[in-house]
């Protein structure tokens, strides 16, 4: 499905991410993996490689815009353009009201989450409209970017405005041949859950309740509806917010 194709991944050190990572490497793509954990990006990359893929690993934090410029730069050096990218990277808090929450851990939320997604298109873009060829971009939103969940006030305004930056990226660049298009996921057992869960307990049982398949997800459930996004198969789908919930949005 992705066969040939160059797909940066930020986030990819655990979860969703490193589940995208094998999941995209075995469709076929060639594929650049950015996360904070360099020893775990390496890792995997030298994982993919050893079972016949393209894969580098190129460290850096997404609300950093020069670790993001240098991601890209050392894609496109290594494989000549960047045909895809999924922008996957977060961090969550919860089990708090919005006047608890601590203003420090308000900030990270959207600097990660936000301001990362941000960084990510603004490197991205460029190099998809250097090509000609265009390119597809998916990023990482929440069942929070629709309601909330019991997530933190900062984790629901930033997941709203990653699909306000979707659509408007999707608008702004459709002449152009790049797609964007974001992923509303719901209750997913990363090691980010396991340690928002660990810190509050009930919250599993309340993220659980709200699907309609009464379970969390898997990673690897997630990363295949991103491989569509990122995929040809795909091609008249951009600026939407396709729902990976087990159905928490339709109830």
């Known amino acids: 499905m992705l066969d040939g194709k160059v797909i940066m991944i930020a986030g990819a050190s655990s979860g969703i991410g490193a589940a995208a990572a094998r999941l995209f490497a075995a469709e076929g793509a060639q594929v650049v993996l950015m996360a904070r954990r360099e020893e775990r990006i390496q890792a ?49 808090t919860a089990g708090t009201r919005l006047h608890e929450d601590d203003e420090a851990d308000f900030h990270r939320v959207l600097e990660v989450n936000l301001l990362g997604v941000w960084n990510c298109l603004r490197q991205q873009i460029p190099a998809m409209l250097d090509s000609g060829t265009g390119g597809s971009i998916v990023n990482t939103s929440s069942h929070a970017g629709v309601a909330a969940t019991g997530a933190s006030a900062a984790y629901v305004a930033a997941k709203h405005a990653v699909l306000g930056l979707t659509k408007a990226a999707a608008a702004d660049y459709g002449r152009d041949k790049i797609r964007v298009n974001a992923l509303v996921v719901g209750a997913t057992r990363t090691e980010l859950m396991e340690e928002v869960i660990s810190a509050t307990p009930a919250l599993e049982e309340a993220f659980t309740s709200r699907s309609a398949q009464q379970r969390m997800a898997a990673p690897a459930e997630v990363a295949q509806a991103a491989a569509w996004l990122l995929s040809d198969r795909s091609s008249f789908v951009t600026g939407s917010s396709m729902a990976v919930d087990g159905g928490a949005t339709a109830l």
């Open 44 to 92: 995997l990359a030298e994982e993919l490689t050893a079972s016949g893929a393209q894969a580098s690993a190129c460290a850096g934090d997404v609300t950093r815009p020069d670790d993001v410029a240098r991601v890209v730069t050392s894609a496109v050096k290594i494989y000549g353009r960047l045909d895809g990218a999924f922008n996957n990277a977060g961090w969550a």
